[in-house]
C-alpha cells in the first residue's frame, strides 16, 4: 500500500483580484490559501535528496504568482486551476485546497471553498 504523506502549506497569504462584483474587480483583496499535497516522502527521507519532494517554497511562491495572474470572477474556478497547476507543475498524487476570502462577508473570519482533486482528474484521456 502506497504512503499517504503529506506536504502542507498552510496560511498563504496572496492580495488578488477576486469576485464577480464590480468593486471587487477594483482592487485586491486579501485571500488565504491552505495547501495540502499528497506524495511519498519515504525515498526524500531515507536519501536526504530534496528533489525527491515537492519544494513547498517554489510551490507557494509559483501559487502566488498564478493567483494573482489569474484575475478569476469565482473561487471555484481559481481553486480548479490552481490545483491542475499543482498537479502539473509538481506532480503529487492529490492535493486539496482551501481558498478563503477574508474580508467578503461581514461577521465572518472568511468565506471561501476547499476542493480535492488528484492526477487522474486530470488525466487527457
Same mark, same amino acid.
Given at each position: 500500500?502506497a504512503?499517504?504523506?503529506? @506536504?502542507i502549506?498552510?496560511?498563504?497569504k496572496? /492580495?488578488?483580484? @477576486?469576485?464577480? =462584483?464590480p468593486? #471587487?474587480?477594483?482592487? $485586491?483583496?486579501p485571500?488565504? %490559501?491552505?495547501?495540502?499535497?499528497?506524495?511519498?516522502?519515504?525515498?526524500?527521507?531515507?536519501s536526504?535528496?530534496? /528533489?525527491l519532494?515537492i /519544494? =513547498?517554497?517554489q *510551490?507557494? #511562491?509559483?501559487?502566488? $504568482?498564478?493567483?494573482?495572474? %489569474?484575475?478569476c #470572477?469565482?473561487?471555484?474556478?481559481?481553486? #480548479?486551476?490552481?490545483c491542475?497547476f499543482?498537479l502539473? /507543475?509538481?506532480?503529487p &498524487? $492529490? *492535493?486539496t485546497?482551501?481558498?478563503?476570502?477574508?474580508?467578503?462577508?461581514?461577521?465572518?473570519?472568511?468565506?471561501?471553498?476547499?476542493i480535492? &482533486?488528484?492526477q487522474?482528474?486530470?488525466?487527457?484521456?
Amino acid at each position: 500500500m502506497a504512503a499517504c504523506d503529506r @506536504i502542507i502549506i498552510e496560511g498563504l497569504k496572496v /492580495n488578488a483580484i @477576486i469576485g464577480i =462584483y464590480p468593486h #471587487e474587480r477594483e482592487f $485586491a483583496q486579501p485571500l488565504v %490559501l491552505d495547501i495540502i499535497m499528497e506524495h511519498d516522502l519515504r525515498p526524500c527521507a531515507t536519501s536526504g535528496d530534496l /528533489n525527491l519532494s515537492i /519544494n =513547498y517554497a517554489q *510551490v507557494a #511562491e509559483e501559487v502566488s $504568482a498564478l493567483v494573482c495572474a %489569474l484575475k478569476c #470572477e469565482l473561487l471555484e474556478t481559481l481553486a #480548479e486551476q490552481v490545483c491542475q497547476f499543482i498537479l502539473q /507543475n509538481f506532480k503529487p &498524487r $492529490a *492535493v486539496t485546497l482551501k481558498i478563503v476570502k477574508t474580508q467578503a462577508v461581514l461577521n465572518t473570519s472568511g468565506v471561501g471553498v476547499q476542493i480535492h &482533486r488528484t492526477q487522474q482528474d486530470f488525466q487527457e484521456d
